[in-house]
């Protein structure tokens, strides 16, 4: 069986990561760019209030990305994945033109630009990770679900280099300088638009669960490259079909009990509160704090110019792209996701625990005018190996988790939740790491350092090993459902066969069917 057109159906997928990490990449390089203060008149404003206009634009497509999450739910349900992946796509393009276009030089229609953006991107990290989970045999699960982390660091690192050669090669005096690397968001939404209007097959799932069968195995038969007629594609429908039937099943089981009332209940609540854990602790560990301070570390370890600085600044992209790549295509397939977890957060803890010993020594030692120091050599390498870390643990894992470990019948709304979750700890982080590092300066990555340290535990003790695990029957066994509070899959072989016995069992029990 041959996976070449699941790979191109999953890259095309993993083009919402790309429009995710260009948006993270290019800002911070354009925010400081003299063109665009001069632009938006805002040279002539006080440091606070410029300070306080860059900040207005980054926090309007954060708030984007949390407001396009829960939007992308009922669309993704009722017309698809694949409408909800072009939606996106749109989304996002229609941000950068009201981004660049130049209306009256005004800055709320840039910052309405983000926003809309953001909704794009939002609805994106929520789409794409469950079509591709939906798409993907489990032997092959792991590594695509990678290739969105991947997307994430190669746009990223575009994004950042991009600004970083306008900036360098157009005059200060010139609009393209700030506006070229703007246009650049207008590629990777075009080729999601276009790739996910003219390639992408809709999800079998989604198909199945609307009784298009025929249509689900014309998607299938494409995904696997198979004839319609071959076992493997019929045993593959009849997997599908029957996690469909069982989802219906436990849908009607559980009546008309809210969205709530069912994820507080056992097994549902153990798997929410690991794809939220994992959500938070993704951001709780630091790597944004490295991501926004990471030139101010470097030019305290010595390298006290702008260009060095942000050459050092672009090579952490660089190895957090390599380390995402190494981990999709050699270390996903060479051990569990539960051993690159508990790996990685031990040895984010003591990077991060040497980081602010470091920066505490260089922060004594501020009067050595001497140049490059020995500490300030440590504390870089220790931002690169945090990187390392965090690009074979959580950066990949969280998403691949969250993606895979809920039941069918409450999937898109589970993972709306587990993203929300993302994107509100990431704005929580982002807003209380520039008061911690000038209130407690080095004693803020202490307190990452002890975040990673938590999460080391908690993974242990709360996260099960999912590499491998086939989506429905064996994720439920995973979790012990089968003897639970959900109907196992098992023998049924049609959602008919077993209906006329739900009036009957809810009579007798709140347990469901044990089969």
Partial sequence: MSYRNLYIAATIACMTGALFGYSVGFIGGILVLPSLLHHFSLDALPAKEIASAQSR????????????????VP?????????SIIISASLYTT???????????????????????GIGVGAGTLVSPLYIS??????????????????????????????????SIFPSTSNLQWQLPVSIQLVPGAILFFGGWSILPESPRWLASKHKIEAAKKALSWLRMTDRGSPELNTD?????????????NTRLEG????????????????????????????????????????????????????ASLFLTGLFGLVKLITSLLFMFVFVR????????????????????????????MAHNHDDTSGLSGYGIVSVLMVYIFAFAFGVSLGPISWNVCS??????????????????????????????????????????IFYGVCCVLAFFWCALYVPETRGVALGPEMDRVFGDAAKDEVAVSEIEDIDEVTPLIGAQRRRSSIALVV
């Fill in 57 to 72: 634009l980054v926090s309007s497509w954060l708030v984007g990305c949390v407001i396009g999450v829960p939007l992308s």
């Fill in 75 to 83: 669309v993704a349900t009722k017309f698809g994945r694949k409408v």
């Fill in 95 to 117: 941000g950068a033109v009201l981004q660049f276009i130049d209306v009256h030089n005004s800055l709320l229609v840039f910052q309405l630009g983000r926003l809309v953006n």
């Fill in 134 to 167: 939906e798409i993907s045999p489990a032997n092959q699960r792991g590594t695509l679900m990678s290739g969105y982390q991947v997307a994430i660091q190669v746009f990223a690192l575009i994004g950042f280099w991009g600004a970083f050669t306008c900036n």
């Fill in 237 to 249: 429908m009849i997997r599908i079909q029957r996690v469909i039937d069982v989802g219906k099943l």
């Fill in 256 to 307: 008309r009990s809210s969205f709530l009332k069912r994820v507080l209940t056992r097994p549902l609540r153990t798997r929410m509160l690991i794809g939220a854990g994992i959500m938070i602790f993704q951001n709780l560990v630091g790597l944004n704090a490295l991501n926004y301070f990471s030139p101010i570390i470097f030019m305290s370890a010595g390298f006290t110019t702008v260009s």
């Fill in 334 to 361: 060479m051990k569990g996701n539960r051993f690159w977890l508990l790996l990685g957060s031990a040895i984010m803890g003591i990077a991060m625990f040497v980081l602010a010993f470091c920066i505490e020594r």
């Fill in 404 to 445: 895979e470990i809920f039941p069918s019948h409450i999937n898109t709304r589970a993972c709306a939740v587990t993203t929300c979750i993302q994107w509100l700890s990431q704005i929580f982080i982002a807003s209380i790491t520039p008061p911690l590092i000038a209130s407690i300066g080095y004693g803020t990555y």
